[in-house]
């Protein structure tokens, strides 16, 4: 397929790339650098320089690019500063993806993955979760992502947009060209490395006093390589649909910084700190949906094998994607 991929110089977005090129497909990435890097972008790949908030522009590339899929993971996405500047994420999230699904109705590309995310769950009911849990999100990262969601089903009913909303659990890990490097960077996992290379003291835990086993927030480590295997499938799924990815093991943040001590062989100090705002205590995945529908499977089972690449990147790159 030739696909336009939304974002696709940003963390998840640049792994999916590779692969999908890796995979026979061509790729045009659309991104406007504010937070992804264009050296974070597949050389075989075409590069548009641009931001989903130019409306003219979007419809430009819509209707030059004779596209056959859309990938968009074009997003804010940080938890914590959502809680405080929610206006950011409703404009990026909400309104700028109106204009690439509007883009994409005038031009006929009806085929959309979406980069969805667990926040959409808030404090969920059950765990694991499925796609039939109930969502109410405790952040509006996760609000921002719901309503988008919401935008695509009713686009789907009306226009016939087909889409798959891929809501993935903590992802993590590296491809052997492209790692994760924000700026700043506020993940658990990027962060613990910092500590391993010597570039920070120590990583700070937000929080051990939840109801958890350990105290410490438990998550759903899901590597980016399984994520982009998700998005290729799902441009064949059969119909539109939600899809929930993880492993279905949670580690909690302070069984991550262990894994993290034994790959790297650093002590990593660590703190406790408050309880970071917006914070859900358990996000484990149920992904029988994507496994079944989908015919996912996942290769990396355990958060080793994920830390172990993230850190072989860190070491190879050792200023992520600064010259
Ligand atoms: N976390 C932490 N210290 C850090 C960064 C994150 O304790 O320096 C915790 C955070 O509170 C959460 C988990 O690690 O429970 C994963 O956070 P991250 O920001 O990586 O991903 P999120 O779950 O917010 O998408």
């Given at each position: 397929?030739n696909?336009?991929v939304c974002?696709?110089?940003?963390?998840?977005g640049s792994a999916?790339?590779?692969?999908?090129?890796?995979?026979g497909?061509s790729?045009?990435?659309?991104d406007s650098?504010?937070t992804?890097?264009r050296?974070?972008?597949?050389?075989?790949?075409e590069f548009?320089?641009?931001?989903l908030?130019d409306?003219?522009?979007?419809?430009e590339?819509?209707?030059?690019?004779k596209?056959?899929?859309i990938?968009?993971?074009?997003a804010?996405?940080?938890?914590g500063?959502s809680?405080?500047?929610?206006g950011?994420y409703?404009?990026?999230?909400?309104c700028n993806g109106?204009?690439?699904?509007?883009?994409?109705?005038e031009y006929g590309?009806?085929?959309?993955?979406?980069s969805s995310?667990?926040?959409t769950?808030g404090?969920?009911d059950e765990m694991p979760?499925?796609e039939?849990?109930t969502?109410?999100?405790?952040?509006?990262?996760g609000?921002s992502?719901?309503?988008?969601?919401?935008?695509?089903?009713?686009?789907n009913?009306v226009h016939g947009l087909?889409?798959?909303?891929?809501?993935?659990?903590?992802?993590?890990?590296a491809?052997g060209?492209?790692g994760?490097?924000?700026?700043?960077?506020?993940?658990?996992?990027?962060?613990i490395?910092q500590?391993?290379?010597?570039?920070r003291?120590h990583?700070?835990?937000?929080?051990?006093?939840?109801?958890?086993?350990?105290g410490?927030?438990?998550?759903d480590?899901?590597?980016?390589?399984?994520l982009?295997q998700?998005h290729?499938l799902a441009l064949?799924?059969?119909e539109?649909?939600?899809?929930?990815?993880?492993?279905g093991?949670?580690?909690?943040?302070?069984?991550?910084?262990?894994a993290?001590?034994e790959v790297?062989?650093?002590?990593?100090p660590a703190i406790?700190?408050?309880?970071?705002a917006g914070?859900p205590?358990?996000l484990i995945?149920?992904?029988?949906?994507a496994r079944?529908?989908?015919?996912?499977e996942?290769?990396?089972?355990?958060a080793?094998a994920?830390?172990e690449?993230?850190w072989?990147?860190?070491?190879?790159?050792p200023n992520?994607y600064a010259?």
């Amino acid at each position: 397929m030739n696909v336009l991929v939304c974002g696709g110089a940003g963390y998840i977005g640049s792994a999916c790339t590779e692969y999908l090129l890796d995979h026979g497909h061509s790729v045009t990435v659309f991104d406007s650098l504010v937070t992804g890097y264009r050296d974070a972008v597949d050389e075989r790949a075409e590069f548009v320089l641009g931001d989903l908030a130019d409306r003219e522009k979007v419809f430009e590339v819509m209707k030059n690019g004779k596209f056959d899929a859309i990938m968009h993971f074009a997003a804010a996405s940080l938890v914590g500063e959502s809680m405080v500047n929610p206006g950011k994420y409703f404009h990026n999230n909400v309104c700028n993806g109106l204009n690439l699904v509007d883009a994409a109705v005038e031009y006929g590309v009806l085929n959309i993955v979406f980069s969805s995310t667990a926040a959409t769950f808030g404090e969920p009911d059950e765990m694991p979760i499925k796609e039939t849990t109930t969502q109410c999100p405790i952040n509006p990262y996760g609000e921002s992502k719901l309503c988008f969601e919401k935008i695509l089903h009713w686009y789907n009913k009306v226009h016939g947009l087909k889409y798959a909303a891929l809501r993935y659990f903590n992802a993590a890990g590296a491809t052997g060209k492209f790692g994760e490097n924000h700026n700043p960077e506020t993940h658990l996992i990027p962060i613990i490395l910092q500590v391993a290379a010597g570039t920070r003291e120590h990583i700070m835990i937000y929080g051990d006093d939840y109801d958890t086993p350990d105290g410490s927030c438990v998550r759903d480590y899901i590597h980016i390589l399984d994520l982009a295997q998700a998005h290729m499938l799902a441009l064949d799924a059969p119909e539109s649909g939600h899809y929930n990815l993880g492993t279905g093991n949670g580690l909690s943040v302070k069984e991550i910084i262990e894994a993290a001590r034994e790959v790297t062989g650093h002590p990593i100090p660590a703190i406790i700190e408050p309880r970071r705002a917006g914070d859900p205590a358990f996000l484990i995945a149920d992904s029988t949906r994507a496994r079944k529908v989908l015919g996912w499977e996942p290769k990396y089972e355990n958060a080793t094998a994920v830390i172990e690449s993230a850190w072989k990147w860190r070491c190879e790159n050792p200023n992520g994607y600064a010259k």
